[in-house]
């Protein structure tokens, strides 16, 4: 499938459900997934790739043995050739007949509940066009979505460097566990659906990997572990990881 272009900006929203509220919330995003199959089909010139998932909260999410909580982490992971390209996807989108519902779950579940990032800035990637052959299919996902104080986001990315360090020495050469992954970094603004309202005082991280099955996202947590970095790296998670998915189920995916 060869190369794709370079990602210019994100979309990374994670939302936060209870269960019982769940089948509803999929129902109206699945509509916004229908649109984007008839708007992007065909051409990377705007949305490079897009994949939203689903999996339960768990209790623990660096140990799912723990249990599950009562409710359910959607995300929604969008790839654009540029900023500009995510201003005009929001706006085609807000044309739809669903996008009330679509902005209602948005309000509660993501910006109330969870985190919503409209802008992200790609800083580190790992693309399945690193190895030859046909792109597998993705069988599990981590997704974090992290809110750092902006004194402490320079010391924050450094951490996340060492981890994208050595996951481009681990994962060289193969995509037969992890397929390709990104990490971003923007300001969180004040009113995510309007940037031009200015920014907080926080910078939103996310990391996004995908994993072709959740036996994979095990061992890269298992192998993660024995770096000397981790300590760091696990109370990062611990004081500033404000959506932890550590085992998407994939739903939707564009390319």
């Known amino acids: 499938e060869g190369a794709r272009p370079a990602t210019g900006a994100t979309i990374n929203i994670l939302y936060i459900v209870p269960k019982d509220k769940a089948d509803e919330v999929q129902a109206t995003i699945t509509k916004h997934t229908e649109w984007m199959k008839g708007h992007y089909g065909g051409s990377t010139d705007a949305l490079i790739s897009a994949y939203f998932t689903k999996a339960p909260k768990f209790n623990d999410p660096t140990d799912p043995s723990k249990g599950e909580s009562d409710d359910v982490i959607f995300t929604i992971n969008e790839e654009f050739t540029g900023p500009d390209k995510v201003a005009a996807h929001i706006e085609a989108a807000k044309g739809n007949d669903y996008f009330p519902e679509f902005g209602e779950i948005l309000g ?5 509940g969870g985190v919503v990032q409209a802008l992200g800035n790609v800083w580190f990637k790992l693309d399945a066009a690193r190895c030859e052959g046909k792109r597998p299919k993705t069988g599990a996902t981590i997704n974090i979505l992290y809110v750092v104080p902006k004194a402490k986001a320079d010391e924050v990315q450094a951490v996340f460097q060492k981890h994208a360090n050595w996951m481009t020495g681990h994962y060289a050469g193969s995509t037969e566990k992890l397929i390709s992954c990104y990490f971003t970094k923007a ?6 659906t309007d940037p031009s309202q200015g920014v907080t005082d926080k910078t939103i991280f996310t990391l996004n990997e995908e994993f072709t099955g959740p036996e994979m996202v095990a061992a890269h947590i298992g192998a993660a572990k024995g770096n000397d970095y981790f300590p760091e790296f696990g109370k990062i998670l611990h004081d500033y990881g404000k959506v932890v998915q550590p085992l998407g189920n994939i739903f939707f995916k564009i390319r």
Do not use: T
């Open 108 to 112: 509660k579940y993501g910006i109330e």
């Open 187 to 192: 300001p969180l603004f004040k009113e995510p």
